[in-house]
């Protein structure tokens, strides 16, 4: 049995959770999540809380999935509640981030700029949205109630420019930390 697993969700209020079939739908403030249920795991819906147990003790498969499923639903229930956000920058001279309708489109170096869908559930706010320098980044903020599509959204952007470790430029994350190199010395040409 998994420690995490054992562990009972509990719902703040003003959020629901209903178990449909194979599934569980919780409900909040902010939004619906819901997740489909595997065959070996077993979900129990009490008044104020949720309970995640595994029908099948002995199976490697249903151990691995206990914890998981527990901390997926846990997610859900703070999605639904209080949201998920990630702060990203942007750092290069010229660089600059601008959302249209449902696109983000970036400026980043690249002869053109570049465009990527935002999907449905996710927000972008721009605070700062074009560089000054190599000093001052452009930054905004995804949200959503999702973790999952949040995360993988702010990975997709992540990867247009990864931030390199000579001058630093390129998109990161807020909180992100980057080793910095030592670029080229040059010594004097006497041989």
Known sequence: M???GKKPIELPSGVKAEQK????????????LQIACKPGIKIKVEDSRIIVE??????????????????????????VSRGFE????????????????DKLVLQV???????????????????????RG?????????????KCALGRFAADVRKIKPPEPYQGKGIRYADEHIRRKVGKAFTSGTA
């Open 21 to 32: 079939g194979g599934n569980i739908e919780v409900s909040g403030p902010l939004g619906k």
């Open 86 to 101: 990630k702060k990203m920058q942007i750092f290069g001279t010229g660089y600059s981030v601008k959302a249209q309708a």
């Open 134 to 146: 190599n000093d001052v980044p452009a930054v905004f903020t995804i949200s959503s109630v999702d």
């Open 109 to 131: 170096g690249f002869s053109h700029p570049v465009q990527l869908k935002i999907p449905g559930g996710v927000k972008v706010n721009i605070e700062v949205a074009a560089t």
């Open 54 to 79: 595994s029908k099948e003790a002995q199976s490697r498969q249903a151990r691995e999935l206990h914890g998981t499923f527990r901390a997926l639903i846990a997610n859900m229930v703070d999605g």
């Open 2 to 4: 998994s420690r995490i």
